[in-house]
């Protein structure tokens, strides 16, 4: 075989390999092709599921009536399209086209009622977790947003009151305490967020009315601090709780007893627990502390119904501690709203009924500005347990 043959046989078994090569590269293309339309074809099949698995829930939720509304959301149709108008206007909250406001909504209540993960709104909307958690976020922002018209202005008690618990506390605001929520930390934080029974807990400050309506709320303090140290930052603060001169707070043993809070008397019989059974008061002070107990155990009622209401405040929660009270305060925030949507309440199961209260407004007066205990506000509190333990006893001379 010359060169001439050998030039001819090398190009003809390249030229027939390269026939091999682009036969196979043609093979390929379509393969990928066949595969990129059952992909699109399945995942507009994905996306209608989807959607139609949203509007499902959407449609248990908010539309097939109040009592699985209640359920998943803690608040009837009604009250539901209330927030969401209010979330529309006054939080700012947007839409970018890829999720209406009402399933925002719904996926924030949901979380903050039954306390679930991420992971589990995302195969129960069908939505990623990233989806989840930044609309979580953005709706959360618009709820503290809604401070100023949901947080209620204290109504003091008046003469014509004819509340048992409360005819007696002229000028009462309402009734404050704090409450311990366990919260996720670091671990270095853990030992100041330790409380005194040894769980890390946030000392969350509540201040109600006597329809256990919120009037102020100061979560994020350590669960090692004390209520009176919560409640002096909390009166300091620019937009803190404002206490008007001649007006009070009901307030347990654990506070300072000075002008704007009204303490019981240490070491008497206070809680109710101990008048059961007939156990009458046999002077002044016990009277007194029988009286304030009833009084003041609103607030604990209060936090009960809050802690009924949303499962995420009562076990710790994964989010970063300031998310955690931001929470915090959106959980009292939806409470008054609830509380003035709803006619019914079914939470309110658990608890007593309230009495609605007159309405009276405050006029503009000096604001306390510190928490001193001062001898003025010692022999007003005993003229006031004197008074209130003659009158008493004065009712019941003449009913017997």
């Known amino acids: 075989m010359d060169e001439m043959d050998i030039v001819v046989f090398v190009l003809a078994r390249n030229l027939h390999f390269r026939r091999i090569i682009m036969g196979i590269l043609v093979l390929i293309n379509a393969y990928i092709k066949v595969q990129q339309y059952y992909e699109k074809h399945m995942l507009k099949n994905r996306t209608f599921v989807n959607n139609e698995t949203r509007l499902s829930i959407l449609d248990t939720y908010i539309r097939s009536g109040d009592i699985e509304c209640v359920n998943e959301l803690r608040m009837d149709r009604r009250t539901f399209g209330v927030l969401c108008e209010l979330l529309r206007h006054n939080g700012r909250l947007k839409v970018d086209g890829l999720v209406t406001i009402e399933e925002q909504v719904c996926i ?3 979380i903050l009622a039954h306390h679930v993960k991420n992971r589990t709104i995302h195969h129960k909307f069908k939505r990623s977790g990233e989806t989840v958690s930044r609309y979580f ?3 959360l922002s618009g709820v503290l947003r809604l401070q100023a018209s949901l947080l209620v ?3 003091p008690v008046s003469e014509s009151y004819n509340d048992d618990r409360w005819k007696c506390f002229k000028n009462c605001l309402g009734a404050l305490d704090g409450t311990h929520i366990e919260v996720y930390v670091s671990q270095i934080d853990k030992p100041s967020y330790r409380n005194r029974k040894g769980k890390v807990t946030t000392n969350m400050l509540g201040v109600c009315d006597r329809n256990m309506n919120f009037i102020f709320v100061l979560p994020g ?3 090692s601090a004390s209520d009176s140290r919560v409640l002096r930052d909390g009166i300091s603060r620019a937009h803190g709780l404002r206490v008007p001169e001649g007006y009070y707070y009901l307030v347990d043993a654990g506070y300072t007893n000075c002008e704007g809070f009204l303490a ?5 019989r206070y809680h109710l627990s101990e008048w059961q059974h007939g156990c009458a008061p046999t002077n002044e002070k016990e009277f007194f502390n029988m009286k304030h107990s009833s009084a003041r155990n609103i607030i604990e009622r209060c936090f009960g119904l809050l802690k009924i209401r949303w499962a995420i405040l ?4 994964f989010y970063p501690i300031k998310t955690q009270c931001r929470i915090m305060t959106a959980c009292c925030l939806l409470h008054n709203l609830i509380r003035r949507e709803m006619s019914y309440d079914p ?3 658990e608890l007593d009924a309230q009495d609605s209260s007159q309405n009276q407004t405050l006029d503009d007066v000096n604001i306390i500005p510190t928490i001193e205990s001062s001898d003025a506000w010692t022999t007003w509190r005993d003229a006031l347990a004197t008074n209130m333990f003659n009158e ?3 009712s019941r001379g003449r009913r017997y």
């Open 392 to 394: 008493w006893r004065e």
């Open 347 to 349: 939470m309110e199961a």
């Open 108 to 110: 924030f209540l949901n």
């Open 137 to 139: 976020n953005a709706v």
């Open 221 to 223: 303090w350590e669960g």
């Open 314 to 317: 009562r076990s710790p929660s």
């Open 264 to 268: 019981p008397y240490r070491g008497t």
């Open 153 to 155: 202005v204290p109504e």
